[in-house]
């Protein structure tokens, strides 16, 4: 161990905390001394802060002055390639590590003493009588089998009082324990049998092995239709990850996916992994921080920001669904899962796969440029065959006012409610309709916060801004005209749709998909789960029914407007929609019976519409990188988003027009500056926004310009400065 990574008591030692500070902060080393990466409390002012040890104290402070670390925390310290992979993720973001190390902390009691807790598990006698509260505790125990709780866990999980679980230990219903606070994860074990592969999936799995094997940075694109097993085949180089003694990562998209997930991991390796996303109990969050770094958690589900988990020896990191627009964080520190996932793994030796039916441009162009290895599962799994496709000409149907579902569509619907089928209809829209009118004077109802127009939701019998989550009643008097009973509702929403569906099938079990009408991740995936069993006939959707899910009954999928996602002026939008209706499609003829998709649209012919009909993605794929090299845009080219917010909107156009003026280091490495103009959203949450755009050339070190460029200017007030590099949206 050389002697910078060890500080002796009363050494000079620099430390990173959480604190929005722009430096390290000096201390002293405390009593026993401490390493290089450890996790410290330190006294900052009055408080207390968790910090890491970075090295050496830079000196400059003023000796005497110089406060001790309070002590070491009982936690694996951070390891070499986590601090260097924190640090470039920080400067390819252009995020202060702060905010960084707040991204790699996110579990609560992290500086809590490791300690006993009582937990509580099923006993082996029944209550005196049983009550519907306590059939809820019951029923929650039974659900997580071996698993046990914290009163508290268990009271809110069951949504209950602590009372009723209180009686139940009294009764001897259920029985206390005491066990160390954060456990070890089950062992999984590889070598149970998995599935018996095909030959195409069995080349897969052996090429991701040999990655696996070779103990070196590799990442591979793992391209195969909906449905060809990818999973299957992932799952095998979690294996070969195991058996090696290393650990794997594997992110979804989406949490409602995890149940799923989760069980197809028991069957194949006999017991469940660790699970990190927004869903999961404080508790089970802080076990997974703990255990991950000790080793004793062998495989993490996770949502994105589980790649910012200390893991002790990650071999593999698998991206499924890697085209997914939500791996890509909006907010606080920008950052693309998918990206960071590479560059994470190329810091630690490890793998990453990128699963996906329609990948991202950027990873196709990887995959073309020998950047990344390429394999593809090219047919269905067993006797399932993709759907076939077709156009509904919008121009020649017949439809009522008001209504979206054509009669060729309804014919379609009408045939597999006879056959016993399922029929998927999808709209990305959320609420009822997009837009509330006074058919008096024409206004429409806007956010008063925001640059948006107000959503109905009828299920919730409120206006919702999409933006700011503002809501308001439906008014009955026009808030612009004050005439009364014209206001009206425009256009269809998932909620509309529903009941379009219900008045055509009256008789049909209906069942609306939307994030926002569920109280909670459990409830959705409940529902889920209930639909993939067959009790539904109709199941309309929002974006979130495209991802993954697995519903055997369903052989029709209906796109009620396919091109919703043309209309922009993005740059993704031709990629996003080809996407979207691919996946969308592909839930469809998922077992036996084989799947038909119908998208309804106004423009047949559009290039991007005939790519999804016809199928030729490879064709699509080299049409789109064409048009994005000759414009210079991603990934032949790089973009940086600067958005500039405030509450004075004069404020806001004066910065930005003064960073325009003073654009010195952009133009000296080429980039080029558009802007400042009023963002398409131009205000959110009161607050005016404008934005700027930069386009460089491939090999431009964009970030140094930019940080060198923004420097020159310090915000004011409440002037907020976001620096997005490779934006998603444009919003
Ligand atoms: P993808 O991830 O490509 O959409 P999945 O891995 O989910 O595909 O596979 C689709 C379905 O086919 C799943 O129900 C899966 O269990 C089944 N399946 C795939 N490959 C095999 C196999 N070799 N043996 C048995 N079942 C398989
Ligand atoms: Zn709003």
């Not at 439906?474 to 219900?502: D, F, H, N």
Request: aromatic share 6%; proline share 6%; with cysteine.
């Amino acid at each position: 161990m050389s002697a910078q990574d060890y500080f002796h008591q009363g050494d000079r030692v620099a430390v990173l905390t959480a604190q929005p500070l722009d430096r390290l902060l000096d201390y002293r080393a405390p009593e026993g001394g401490c390493f290089r990466g450890a996790f410290v409390e330190v006294p900052l002012g009055p408080r207390k802060v968790l910090g890491v040890v970075w090295g050496a104290g830079g000196g400059g402070f003023d000796s005497a002055k110089l406060r001790s670390v309070i002590r070491v925390l009982d936690v694996a310290p951070m390891r070499e390639e986590m601090r260097q992979f924190l640090g470039k993720a920080a400067d390819y973001t252009l995020t202060p590590m702060s905010a960084m190390l707040r991204l790699a902390t996110r579990a609560p009691g992290l500086s809590d003493p490791p300690s006993m807790r009582k937990v509580l598990r099923l006993g082996d006698k029944d209550p005196d009588r049983m009550t519907d509260a306590r059939t809820k505790v019951l029923a929650v125990m039974e659900e997580f089998g071996g698993l046990a709780f914290t009163p508290k866990e268990l009271a809110d999980m069951a949504d209950v009082t602590p009372s009723v679980v209180k009686g139940l230990v009294k009764q001897g219903a259920l029985r206390e324990e005491e066990t160390p606070r954060d456990l070890p994860y089950p062992n999984l074990d590889p070598e149970r049998p998995s599935k018996v592969l095909t030959e195409d999936q069995a080349r897969a799995a052996a090429i991701l092995a040999q990655g696996v094997e070779s103990g070196a940075y590799g990442t591979t694109l793992l391209k195969g239709v909906t449905g060809s097993g990818k999973t299957e085949v992932y799952l095998e180089a979690v294996a070969s990850c195991l058996r090696k003694g290393r650990q794997a990562l594997v992110l979804l998209p989406e949490i409602a996916l995890t149940a799923e997930f989760l069980k197809r991991v028991e069957q194949r390796f006999g017991a469940t992994p660790a699970e990190w996303h927004s869903g999961a109990t404080m508790t089970e969050r802080r076990r997974v921080w703990r255990m991950v770094g000790q080793g004793n958690a062998q495989l993490v589900i996770g949502a994105r920001s589980a790649l910012f988990l200390p893991f002790r020896d990650l071999g593999l990191i698998i991206v499924d669904e890697e085209h997914d627009t939500s791996y890509k964080q909006e907010e606080g520190v920008l950052y693309n899962a998918r990206d960071m996932s590479v560059l994470r793994a190329a810091m630690c030796s490890a793998q990453v796969v990128l699963a996906s039916a329609t990948p991202s441009l950027e990873t196709w162009v990887n995959a073309e440029a020998g950047k990344y290895r390429r394999v593809d599962l090219n047919a269905r799994f067993g006797t399932a065959v993709l759907p076939t496709m077709k156009a509904v000409d919008m121009r020649a149907e017949d439809l009522p006012a008001a209504t979206w579902i054509s009669p060729t569509l309804k014919a379609a619907m009408q045939e597999r409610i006879e056959r016993g089928e399922q029929s998927l209809l999808f709209l990305n829209r959320r609420g009822f309709a997009p837009v509330t009118i006074c058919r008096a004077c024409g206004s429409q109802v806007a956010c008063d916060n925001c640059d948006a127009r107000m959503v109905e939701h009828r299920f919730m019998k409120r206006l919702m801004c999409h933006q700011c989550g503002e809501t308001k009643p439906v008014p009955t008097i026009c808030p612009s005209c004050q005439v009364e009973g014209k206001m009206a509702p425009v256009g269809p929403g998932i909620e509309r749709l529903g009941e379009e569906a219900a008045a055509l099938f009256p008789e049909a079990r209906i069942a609306v998909l939307s994030s926002d009408l569920f109280g909670s991740a459990r409830a959705l995936k409940a529902r889920i789960e209930e639909i993939a069993a067959g009790e539904a006939d109709i199941i309309l959707g929002t974006q979130l029914v495209a991802k993954g899910h697995n519903f055997p009954l369903l052989t029709l999928v209906g796109v009620i407007d396919a091109d919703l996602g043309l209309q922009g002026s993005d740059l993704r939008a031709g990629e996003r929609t080809f996407q979207l209706m691919r996946q969308v499609a592909g839930r469809a003829g998922r077992a036996e019976r084989p799947g038909e998709a119908l998208l309804q649209t106004f423009q047949p012919e559009h290039p991007v519409i005939r790519a999804i009909l016809t199928g030729d993605e490879e064709e699509f794929w080299r049409a789109e990188a064409e048009q994005r090299r000759e414009a210079g845009v991603p990934p032949y080219g790089r973009m940086a988003g600067i958005i500039l917010s405030g509450s004075d909107l004069a404020q806001v156009f004066d910065l930005g027009n003064a960073l325009a003026r003073n654009d010195g280091p952009l133009r000296q490495v080429g980039a080029q500056l558009f802007g400042p103009a009023p963002a398409p959203i131009a205000r959110v949450r009161g607050r005016h926004r404008a934005r700027l755009l930069v386009k460089a050339a491939k090999g431009v070190a964009l970030q140094e310009a930019l940080a060198r460029w923004t420097a020159q200017f310090k915000m004011k007030g409440d002037l907020r400065l976001s620096i997005d590099i490779d934006p998603q949206n444009f919003f």
